[in-house]
């Protein structure tokens, strides 16, 4: 079956560095759309950054843009988010999401892996 488990999570103070990564497996990896999502207490949960297919492509949600950087190796099934100079605004639960295309398709999603920016 589809697995997502990701990883990298923690506690950093604001300017600070985290790379989160997202192993996957149980489906045709190169293939899928790979994405990270977030959610803070009390808000919706949000598209932070998407690769496409290839590698070539990715999307970023304007508040990340020039600070996230999404990437993928589909030799090793992984996707990897470096999040660099950290916000407090950053602080939330991080989902792995996969999706053969961005708005269609079976959604598969990891557990999530807590990200905490705080002083």
């Known amino acids: 079956q589809v697995q997502l488990v990701e990883s990298g999570g923690g506690l950093v103070q604001p300017g600070e560095s985290l790379r989160l990564s997202c192993a996957a497996s149980?489906?045709?990896?190169?293939?899928?759309?790979m994405s990270w999502y977030r959610q803070a207490p009390g808000k919706e949960r949000e598209l932070v950054a998407s690769?496409?297919?290839?590698?070539?492509?990715?999307n970023y949600v304007d508040s990340v843009k020039g600070r996230f950087t999404i990437s993928r190796d589909d030799a090793k099934f992984t996707v990897s988010l470096q999040m660099n100079s950290l916000k407090p605004e950053d602080t939330a639960r991080y989902y792995c999401h996969a999706r053969r295309t961005l708005y269609s398709g079976s959604r598969y999603w990891g557990q999530g892996t807590q990200v905490t920016i705080s002083s």
């Open positions: 149980g489906f045709i990896f190169s293939n899928y759309v």
């Open positions: 690769i496409f297919s290839g590698g070539s492509t990715a």
